[in-house]
């Protein structure tokens, strides 16, 4: 009798992996149109539906909110909630002048806040511009961000002196300027009475990094010079130095007190 041997060969499920894979396309397939029409439906139907309806502006600028929303860009009406982009609308604002710090901040699903804080000013500049004198505002950073006739700031020296080429609102002091702006405004916040007194200092270039300037103090004639830097105990001294020399020599007779020097001194008008 013959030996009858069956052979089995093992497939490894080729005829059920072709059904899974038509199956897996047409998941996939089925998937895609559901990911489209929710796409569609967001886009179309509820993407519309978000608008940005509320804008909260806190700012302590002197100006009004339609000129905060007209430099931002924003229109007074209500525009798309996510086709606002903060960022922009940030570096708009931050290229104002005025503008210090800003941030602006979007609140789901209709609201928008924009903060801002202005620059505050430290002095009065007098800018020359093409024959005319016209008052300026700087700040403790150097940036002159407002002038004109029409501001209204009180209670600030006068810095004369500096010349500008082209001036510009926005324009920004020289370094070693902003360096002195920084030290007088640590005046202001140690001594606010000793700042009030100091009614100009006109400054005299000496260099690209040195310079001297006159004190000018409210009440007296007599100016100051002095060199570079200003501090609280620097000008307790100056008016120390103007009430001893005074007491001494006729005020009148004297052109300024000069105290760049180791030795106090002081010159003579030359008409007297």
């Keep these: 009798m013959s030996d009858h041997v069956w052979h089995f060969e093992y497939v490894s499920g080729k005829r059920g992996s072709v059904k899974n894979t038509k199956k897996n396309s047409i998941l996939t397939g089925f998937l895609l149109i559901i990911f489209l029409l929710i796409i569609i439906i967001v886009r179309g139907v509820l993407v519309p539906r978000f608008r940005i309806e509320k804008i909260f502006i806190d700012s302590n600028l002197n100006v009004s909110n339609e000129e905060i929303l007209e430099r931002a860009g924003l229109s007074t009406e209500s525009v798309l909630y996510f086709s606002v982009d903060t960022y922009v609308i940030e570096k708009r604002l931050a290229e104002w002048p005025k503008v210090k710090e800003v941030e ?49 700031y009180e209670g600030m020296p006068v810095i004369s002196g500096i010349g500008f080429k082209n001036f510009i609102v926005g324009a920004k002091l020289p370094d070693v ?83 760049r020097g180791n030795i106090v001194s002081y010159k003579l008008r030359s008409n007297i």
């Design 104 to 152: 602006v901040e979007k609140f789901f699903p209709n609201a928008l806040k924009i903060s801002i804080s202005s620059r505050e000013p430290l002095v009065y500049l007098l800018v020359e511009n093409d024959g005319i004198i016209f008052p300026a505002v700087c700040d403790d950073e150097g940036i002159v961000f407002d002038a004109g006739k029409n501001m209204r």
């Design 177 to 259: 300027i902003i360096a002195f702006m920084k030290n007088l405004k640590g005046v202001k916040e140690s001594n606010p009475e000793l700042f009030a007194l100091i009614s100009e200092l006109r400054f005299i270039k000496r260099g690209d990094y040195s310079f001297d300037y006159f004190i000018y103090f409210k009440g007296i004639r007599l100016p100051v010079l002095v060199n570079n830097d200003i501090s609280e105990s620097m000008l307790k001294y100056a008016l120390l130095i103007v009430d001893v020399v005074s007491s001494k020599v006729d005020f009148k007779k004297i052109e300024y007190i000069d105290l």
